[in-house]
DNA sequence: TCACTAATTGCTATTGATTCTCATGGTATA
DNA sequence: TATACCATGAGAATCAATAGCAATTAGTGA
């Protein structure tokens, strides 16, 4: 039993061929964040037919199931990155849309702070940075 | 010369009718966020016949000026609010869709930290945290 | 291994938000 | 007030994402 079958049925998903592809393509890209398309493309590029609707229909239950975080950059479309099991927030470049991570304790704890002083009990967050280049 | 004309101007835009009636109805809303669609229902409410392509445009174009700020509360649609002058963060209840704004100047300056840390001068940033309300 | 049932898929149509097009009408300036 | 340009309205077009539905397929038990 591979590996991504494994990871599927763990994660009570059926171990289909769409899942068994999308799942590779998300642990083999050399990008952390993909978008839905990205995802599409990609498996087209490796000869698998699979559409479009399933891919979205994957990801948002890769999504559910724990597998993947989904992200909104700036309110644009979603992108979808494997959960390393690691928190983390984003930083993302203006001017070229890299994307990079960092944890930091304080904020997170500051912002359970606030949530708990606000009367609220933290149930997620997001935290993005927007930056230019430093010379 | 009223006050929303005298804002106006000051943002360097003409005095239209669709303007001064959106900035009216941003100022005099009881909600902080509205959506474009918010904005046009509120126009038709009050009689004033506005295309909803006008909205969407002046809205953006009061985003650009620095009037409003748009926020994209978990990748939904856009909403925007007025710019209180004061910078502040956001909570969402994750039961009602209500919105909480916090500030924290701690948590302002770790992000300078940061993005420092990382190469990058801070230009904006996005804190939004989900929340269930303690019983 | 074979058949059965429910879940999954692919295709396409559809939605919902937002933007574009373009002809018409309004605004600031001389 | 005339002029030149900007803004508007209405609807078409776009984009990402979702829904509907008939055809397949995975997991189960015999």
């Keep these: 039993m ?5 990871e599927l049925r763990k994660a009570g998903l059926k ?6 592809k ?3 393509i998300l642990e083999e890209s050399h ?10 493309k ?3 590029e ?13 990801l948002t239950q890769f999504e559910q199931a724990g597998l993947v975080e989904r ?20 930083l993302v ?12 304790g304080e904020i997170e704890a500051l912002q359970e702070e606030i949530a708990e002083k606000l009367g609220y009990e933290l149930v997620d967050h997001s935290l993005v940075l927007y930056g230019k280049p430093k010379s």
Excluded: W
């Design 71 to 90: 992200h909104n950059f700036d309110g644009g479309h979603s992108v979808f990155e494997l959960d390393s099991g690691e928190h983390h927030d984003h």
């Design 42 to 44: 990609a498996l087209l």
């Design 22 to 24: 999308i799942l590779q």
């Design 93 to 104: 470049c203006m001017e070229t849309g890299k994307v990079i991570e960092f944890q930091n």
């Design 15 to 20: 171990v289909t061929l769409p899942r068994v």
């Design 2 to 6: 591979s590996d991504q079958n494994h």
């Design 31 to 40: 990008k952390r964040h993909l978008s839905a398309e990205d995802v599409y």
């Design 46 to 58: 490796s000869g698998d037919d699979v559409g479009l609707a399933t891919v979205y229909r994957v």
